[in-house]
C-alpha cells in the first residue's frame, strides 16, 4: 500500500512491486485516503468480477445451444433463435452443418460441420478441424475455463483487497478511538 502522497508515475507501477507500509505510522486522515482507495479498488474488482462470471456464462449458453439446438435431426423443425438473452424470435434451421459462432465484441464466425466419414491426412487434421462444430464447442469451452481461471486469480485478489481493508478499517478505528481518548484526557484535565 502507499500512501496518499505517492506520485502518478508509482502508482502505475505493478501491484508485485508495491510498498509495504507501517499502518501505525500514517495519520487517520492518511488511513483514510488509504481507505477510500481501497473500497475503490473492491468496487471496481467485484464489479469485474460479475462481468467475467456473466461472460462465462454467456459462454455456457452458447455450449448448450450447439450441444441441443445444431444436428442434422434438427434441421427444418421450427426454433426459437435467441436474439438477446431475454428476446427470441421463431425461425427454422435451415443448415444444419453450419454454425456461426460469437468470437466476441461483434465478431461473429461461421463454423462448418465436417462429414464423418473424411478421412484427413495428418498435415490437414488442423486446418480442416478448425471448421467444425466440434471446435465451436471447443471454443466456448475454452474461453469458459479460461474464465473460470481469471475469476479464480480475481477472487484471490478481492479476498486479499478485503484483507486488506479490514486491516486499515481496523487500525483507523484504533487511531480514532485513541484520538478520542487523548482529546477526553485533554478535556478533562483542564
Given amino acids: ?14 501491484q508485485q512491486q508495491s510498498q509495504t507500509v507501517d499502518l501505525a505510522s500514517l495519520s487517520a486522515p492518511q488511513l483514510a485516503s488509504v481507505k477510500k482507495q481501497l473500497d475503490d479498488e473492491l468496487e471496481h474488482l467485484t464489479g469485474s468480477f460479475a462481468k467475467l462470471r ?6 455456457r449458453d452458447c ?29 427454422t434451421l435451415a443448415d444444419a452443418e ?27 487434421t488442423r486446418p480442416l478441424r ?17 474464465l473460470g481461471a481469471n475469476l479464480k486469480d480475481l477472487e484471490q485478489i478481492v479476498q486479499g483487497k ?3 481493508l479490514r486491516v486499515v478499517e481496523d487500525v ?15 478535556a478533562a484535565a483542564a
Avoid at 130 to 146: G, S
Fill in 98 to 124: 453450419h454454425v456461426i459462432v460469437d468470437v466476441g465484441t461483434g465478431f461473429y464466425v461461421e463454423k462448418v460441420r465436417a462429414p464423418a466419414d473424411i478421412t484427413r491426412p495428418p498435415s490437414l
Fill in 162 to 164: 478485503s484483507n486488506n
Fill in 54 to 59: 456473466a461472460a462465462q456464462a454467456k459462454f
Fill in 172 to 186: 483507523l478505528r484504533q487511531k480514532v478511538l485513541s484520538g478520542n481518548a487523548a482529546a477526553e484526557k485533554s
Fill in 1 to 14: 500500500m502507499a500512501s496518499s502522497g505517492t506520485t502518478g508515475q508509482q502508482q502505475k507501477q505493478p
Fill in 63 to 91: 455450449l448448450a445451444s450447439i450441444a441441443t439446438g445444431v444436428s442434422p435431426k434438427v434441421a427444418g423443425r421450427r426454433i426459437l433463435v435467441p436474439l438477446t438473452t431475454s428476446l427470441y424470435a421463431p425461425g
Fill in 130 to 146: 478448425a471448421q467444425t462444430t466440434k471446435d465451436a464447442t471447443a471454443f466456448y469451452a475454452a474461453k469458459v475455463d479460461d
